[in-house]
């Protein structure tokens, strides 16, 4: 099993900048790769950026060049640095862990992120 508890969330006006952390416990050696998703009300979950186990990272092309996902030295805990925020980043974020010991991710509990214009 993997826990994933997500902090950093809250509210920001427009072009402000907030850095989301996700810790990962539990079968950590287990992890292939980490990522944020969100879900604004009314929409689908959504990816926002990933990165694997050997540092790979991948962004949807509404964040790209906005938002950077990193991780600490021990490969944990995974952060989500957003600059330039939009009142259309408004969403709940959730961390996801992509594991060895079964085919679905493993999620957060999610954090909410509000950008007042």
């Known amino acids: 099993q993997v826990q994933l508890v997500e902090s950093g969330g809250g509210l920001v006006q427009a072009g402000g900048s907030l850095r989301l952390s996700c810790a990962a416990s539990?079968?950590?050696?287990?992890?292939?790769?980490m990522g944020w998703y969100r879900q604004a009300p009314g929409k689908q979950r959504e990816l926002v950026a990933t990165?694997?186990?050997?540092?790979?990272?991948n962004y949807a092309d509404s964040v790209k060049g906005r938002f950077t996902i990193s991780r600490g030295s021990a490969k944990q805990p995974v952060y989500l640095q957003m600059n330039s925020l939009k009142p259309e980043d408004t969403a709940v974020y959730y961390c996801?862990?992509?594991?060895?010991?079964?085919?679905?991710?493993?999620w957060g509990q999610g954090t909410q992120v509000t950008v007042s214009s």
């Open positions: 539990g079968s950590i050696f287990s992890i292939n790769a």
């Open positions: 990165i694997t186990n050997v540092g790979s990272t």
């Open positions: 996801a862990a992509e594991s060895a010991l079964r085919y679905r991710p493993y």
